[in-house]
């Protein structure tokens, strides 16, 4: 093996690591979107049904008020 074969075999290895890594780094930031995404829905979800629960207090108190 000359030593240009091995600069070769080198570089390669070492491109497709970064490669593989800049790849993987975007999939997880996909991934990392959806998730928080989700979290933000579960969010909203959370919030609404407070404000309906409040509501609900509020109606049961004044019947019971009244």
């Known amino acids: 093996m000359t030593g240009t ?3 070769s075999s080198l570089i390669t290895i070492i ?3 970064l490669l593989t890594a800049y790849a993987t780094s975007k999939a997880n930031e996909r991934i990392l979107k ?3 995404d989700r979290v933000d829905e579960l ?3 959370i919030f609404n049904h407070e404000q309906r ?3 609900l207090e509020g109606k049961v108190a004044k019947e019971a008020g009244a």
């Open 5 to 7: 074969e091995v600069w």
């Open 15 to 17: 491109g497709t690591a």
């Open 34 to 36: 959806t998730i928080m």
């Open 43 to 45: 969010e909203a979800r």
């Open 53 to 55: 629960l409040s509501r």
